[in-house]
């Protein structure tokens, strides 16, 4: 320990015994048990108590009838959990009646503080911690303990009644495991008593009337199987799987969802997935459960490696079934191949149908996330959403192994269920079964339900589908994009789907068009972009900027889309809303510009009234956006596309990168908001890259081209803007621009290290503006540098300790344990106010 931690303790220890005292806040509590346990994990809880007897006499003066806090209460039997976890200290503590008297019966459990919430929920903590060893163990059974845990799994808290769920198993896993785990039986009745009195109760449970009884066996069970990986799980389960069978006899099952989630811990444990009895309790949940209910377990099954293929079949079943129902009730059934074809189980009857809409619309949407989950399984890792985000990025990431996808998988019954239930969202279903008349009223105007399901209508984009099936999707997606119902999250949602298959109808390798009907449906919707551009919401203004921005990244090569987007109002749109009065909508029109721009799309206006007036160039106008906007997300807007331009090539650049970066910088060093000073440092360090190569271990820069890009970069004063930033007072910066300075170095010292330190220029003026920069005037700048002075003052630096600063938390001093223990002394004035580390 600390020796000024030492000095504090006694102190600290004084306080909290006080009923006097004003009680520690929660959290100062928690950072003080925090620190206990590192300092006992790190070395001897004996020596530490020996060390410091102020701690002892803590714990005992909590046995003392008096008024105590239940507060520091629980914090002292955290405490004496911590130090005991350590057998010896176990047994120090033994010696004198501690322990008994703070978990037994004459500490608080026979006391009015039991009352308190906080007491159990520190008794049990305490305990949990200490349960580490044989010693802990026969304490427990000798004391109680074991029927008072029972007690608090019913107990009123959900906090104290789960954490005595988790103690139960962390008895059990200490009675069953150690040195003789390899000799334990299979058979329950030949475990230890401890575990055996554990596996009774749990029995006890699991044939109890009470639901509640049984929900906290099942609770212990699952948080077992799925923490707990011994031999003697495997005789658990063997003891208690026919009394969880069992439930299922019951009606209604009790439990459902902890059962679900005991079963599918189960099924991910590597000692029990082997069971054949777990596979058929499994498919008998499946079918006596609500679908519902079943979905959760359903959607698992699917997900696991080692699974018997008829449950495979049964659970995709069940989760198809609200889709199916679906055709069912708009009279598409017949006209589709059988969505349930393969597929244990029938068809839902109308009957079957929830009666309430909240349930409905409950059981659709779980419907639709769970077969969006499936997508890895079939070849599209990502929702729409997602999807269309990835591909705006620009990339690609290889999904991780999956396992055997659902087959057959009915790529189109889901399409056509799909756009059904679209079409009875927003009224344009005309159903003629009492069915579908109560899924249209149920359904009509339901936000949730469109959000959900156009978000699997875009992952669905990945697979194939039948012609007319696909004119029908975009058909769909057109009329949501052009409904004024539509609102702002669904336009949203409808712009990604149509990216989506958009991008998935591009015609095959070879060509660099559309399809024909994809290039039909691409000049209705840029004519629904140009509305939607002009509406009154900021929100949807944004959205459609942002279906352009990643419309025009993947599409803006090809010969259709550019001959559309040209013939439309859309680019001169996209223009205007720079000077858009929502900084939101400025920001996506900056990224759209820049888009455009790069693949030349933002020709300039053919109105007459346009004709006699210069028309700016993208760059300027952007510039002007970096230079007079007041809001920060569309200046950071701005960078990112400077910076990707400058790395791209981008013609208006590329004439005179050097004055381009020049005019950037000076912008950006003068910015107020930190994110953009960033984005001009990364724009700095493509710079450098254009210049100097790519960062590597080989790949350091000969001596006349760094001489060459040295000196523009000391044009660009791009050295005045990273030494400046490297003091500023945004961490962030400071640490873009030490980055950005090492790497320099890295391509800089290598070709310049023979130069001996005397024989350098004087750079006295430009370490003592760093100084000042450092203490923070920032007003005087550095003027001219000459190369050579860069690289000395390069050489002198210890960017490496920088950076090493940097990457501490600001309030690394803050959290140490000595200023814990003063701020917690000086709250009840023991310290003088020279001493608080009052930050």
Not at 106 to 123: D, H, K, N, T
Not at 252 to 261: C, E, K, Q, S, W
Not at 591 to 600: E, F, I, K, Y
Not at 719 to 724: K, Q, S
């Amino acid at each position: 320990m600390d020796p000024e931690c030492a000095r504090l303790l006694p102190a600290l220890c004084d306080v909290l015994a006080d009923p006097r005292q004003p009680v520690a806040d929660d959290t100062c509590l928690e950072k003080l048990l925090d620190w206990f346990k590192a300092v006992t994990e790190a070395g001897s809880s004996l020596l530490l108590l020996q060390d410091h007897p102020c701690l002892v006499e803590l714990l005992f003066h909590v046995l003392k009838p008096q008024d105590l806090s239940s507060r520091i209460l629980s914090f002292v039997l955290r405490l004496a959990g911590i130090f005991a976890a350590q057998e010896n200290c176990f047994q120090y503590l033994q010696q004198g009646e501690l322990l008994p008297g703070l978990f037994g019966e004459p500490g608080p459990l026979g006391a009015a503080a039991w009352a308190a919430p906080s007491v159990r929920s520190g008794w049990i903590q305490g305990l949990h911690s200490l349960a580490q060893h044989p010693s802990a163990l026969r304490f427990l059974a000798d004391s109680g303990a074991v029927d008072t845990i029972f007690s608090l799994q019913g107990d009123p808290s959900l906090f104290v009644a789960s954490a005595a769920g988790q103690l139960l198993v962390r008895v059990l896993d200490l009675a069953l495991c150690g040195p003789a785990e390899g000799h334990i039986s299979l058979q329950a009745w030949d475990w230890p008593a401890c575990a055996r009195k554990i596996v009774c109760h749990l029995e006890d449970c699991l044939r109890s009337e009470a639901t509640p009884r049984v929900t906290q066996a099942l609770h212990v069970l699952t948080t077992a199987f799925g923490h707990c990986h011994g031999l003697w799980t495997q005789g658990l389960w063997v003891q208690l799987s026919p009394l969880v069978a069992r439930l299922l006899e019951k009606d209604p099952v009790p439990a459902p969802h902890a059962l679900v989630d005991l079963l599918l811990s189960v099924a991910r444990s590597s000692m029990l997935s082997s069971d054949p009895g777990l596979w058929e309790t499994a498919a008998q949940t499946l079918s006596r459960l609500s679908p519902t209910q079943a979905g959760p377990l359903a959607a698992g099954i699917l997900k696991l490696q080692d699974c018997p293929q008829a449950l495979r079949i049964q659970a995709f079943g069940v989760l198809l079934q609200p889709l199916a129902f679906v055709l069912e009730a708009t009279a598409q059934a017949p006209g589709m191949p059988g969505l349930l074809e393969g597929a244990a189980g029938d068809l839902m009857a109308v009957d079957t149908l929830p009666p309430s809409k909240s349930a409905c619309v409950g059981l659709l949407c779980s419907a639709l996330a769970h077969l969006e989950l499936l997508q890895p399984l079939v070849g599209v890792a990502r929702p729409a959403s997602a999807l269309a985000a990835g591909l705006a990025a620009g990339t690609d990431a290889p999904t991780p192994p999956q396992p055997q996808r659902p087959s057959p998988w009915p790529q189109a019954p889901l399409l056509a269920a799909v756009v059904a239930i679209l079409r009875l969202c927003n009224g344009s279903a005309a159903p003629n079964s009492e069915a579908g008349g109560r899924l249209c009223a149920m359904l009509g105007g339901c936000v949730r339900v469109q959000r959900a399901a156009l978000d699997f209508l875009g992952v669905l984009s990945q697979g194939l589908g039948p012609q007319e099936l696909v004119t029908q999707v975009f058909a769909i997606l057109l009329e949501y994009l052009v409904s004024p119902d539509s609102s702002p999250t669904v336009l949203k949602k409808a712009f990604q789907a149509t990216l989506c298959w958009l991008l998935s109808s591009a015609a095959p390798p070879g060509c660099c068009d559309l399809e024909p009907y994809a290039q039909l449906v691409l000049g209705e919707l840029l004519s629904v972009l140009r509305k939607r551009l002009c509406s009154p919401c900021w929100e949807v203004r944004d959205s459609g900027l942002e279906f352009l921005t990643q419309m025009t990244r993947h599409q803006g090569g090809q010969a259709g889309f550019r001959q559309a987007l040209l013939a439309s109002e859309v680019p001169e749109l996209t223009r205007q809303l720079l000077q858009d009065p929502e900084s939101y909508v400025r920001a996506s029109a900056v990224a759209a510009v820049g888009q455009l721009s790069s693949w030349g799309l933002l020709a300039a206006p053919s109105s007459p009234e346009h004709a006699a007036t210069p028309q700016k160039t993208p760059l300027e106008e952007l510039l002007l956006v970096l230079t007079t906007d007041s809001e920060g997300f569309p200046r950071r807007a701005v960078m990112r596309v400077f910076t990707e331009w400058l790395r791209d090539g981008y013609a208006d650049v590329a004439e005179d990168p050097e004055r381009f970066v020049a005019r950037v910088l000076q912008a950006a060093s003068g910015d107020l908001d930190w994110e953009v000073r960033v984005q001009g440092l990364e724009l700095a360090l493509a710079f450098l890259e254009q210049l100097l190569g790519p960062c590597g271990p080989s790949a350091v820069a000969p001596p006349g081209a760094l001489a060459q890009a040295l000196q523009a970069l000391c044009r660009v004063q791009l050295f005045e803007f990273a030494f400046r930033s490297l003091f500023d007072c945004d961490r962030p910066v400071a640490q873009k621009s030490c980055d950005l300075l090492l790497f320099l170095r890295a391509k800089a010292i290598p070709s310049s290290n023979s130069q001996e330190a005397g024989d350098g220029p004087d750079v006295t003026s430009v370490e003592a503006a760093l100084r000042r920069w450092q203490a923070g005037e920032q007003g005087q700048p550095l003027g001219e540098l000459a190369p050579e002075a860069v690289l000395a003052v390069l050489r002198s630096m210890d960017l490496e300790a920088l950076q090493d600063t940097l990457a501490e938390s600001s309030d690394h001093v803050e959290r140490s344990p000595q200023s814990l223990l003063q701020d917690m002394l000086a709250t009840v004035g023991v310290l003088g106010d020279n001493e608080a580390d009052c930050y």
